[in-house]
């Protein structure tokens, strides 16, 4: 599918973007490389230092400010920590959790949890239970609907752990430069989805290595990156959570200094 498809001919209208009001957290992993973190609380739940919020917190604030009402969360290890959190917090949507008893997979467990959806015919949002972003979701999906995708990855260039160096053609250096952002893209743990993805889900197995790639040949799958400057980590390891609190402290200086 080239841009040109995409281009409405003249007196053709682009079909308008449905809003999209309901989603899926993966929140069943069991987030091994954040231990001791992990212990005892499931990964979602590790609190974003200086914030007093868990990462799910987090993401359904976000969810809830890009017009979703409806919200379902897949569990799997220690399923009560998160449940009992849900109990007590002050929730800005509906949240229902369903809880893998035995693992299904990447695609499995998407398509278990995508059946507790309350609407069926209409798209919906999914993302990963360690995610900590924020950026237009709506945006997303206008984007999802312009290219009649079945699903829609956002995708970043997170900055890389190293330091690098330039070098022109003869072998001099020119520039250090710390921590750049990846040359290449990743999938950022969003997606848009198709009211139709969830039945092309496996029940078992992992979607990536069987339903992505069917429809990137369909040319029914498509990338969002994210706009430049938007907030994006995963967080994956303990090191991932200490840079995200001192991202944060710095962005409160900042808007301090400015005040």
């Known amino acids: 599918m080239t841009d040109e498809n995409l281009i409405p001919s003249a007196g053709q209208s682009r079909p308008a973007a449905p809003t999209v009001t309901q989603a899926v957290i993966l929140a069943g992993g069991q987030g091994s490389r954040l231990r001791p973190y992990t212990d005892t609380r499931p990964k979602p739940m590790i609190e974003i230092p200086g914030t007093g919020i868990p990462i799910i917190g987090h993401q359904l604030q976000w969810l809830a400010e890009e017009g979703v009402t409806d919200v379902v969360i897949s569990c799997g290890y220690l399923a009560d920590v998160l449940q009992d959190w849900l109990k007590t917090a002050d929730l800005p949507l509906n949240v229902t959790t369903v809880v893998e008893t035995e693992p299904l997979g990447r695609g499995g467990g998407l398509k278990f949890a995508a059946g507790s959806l309350p609407r069926h015919s209409e798209p919906w949002y999914a993302t990963n239970g360690d995610i900590w972003t924020r950026f237009p979701l709506r945006e997303m999906a206008d984007f999802h609907t312009a290219r009649d995708a079945h699903a829609t990855l956002a995708l970043a260039r997170p900055r890389l752990p190293w330091g690098t160096v330039d070098v022109d053609q003869f072998g001099n250096i020119l520039d250090f430069i710390e921590s750049p952002p990846s ?24 979607h990536e290595r069987t339903t992505f790639p069917r429809l990137a040949r369909e040319h029914r799958l498509s990338g969002y990156e994210l706009p430049q400057g938007v907030y994006w980590r995963a967080i994956d390891t303990a090191k991932d959570l200490q840079e995200a609190a001192k991202e944060l402290a710095s962005t409160r200086a900042a808007a301090d200094a400015d005040a």
Request: overall charge negative.
């Open 183 to 206: 040359p290449y893209l990743i999938n950022a743990g969003v997606y848009v989805f198709s009211a139709e993805f969830a039945g092309m889900l496996p029940d078992l197995g992992d």
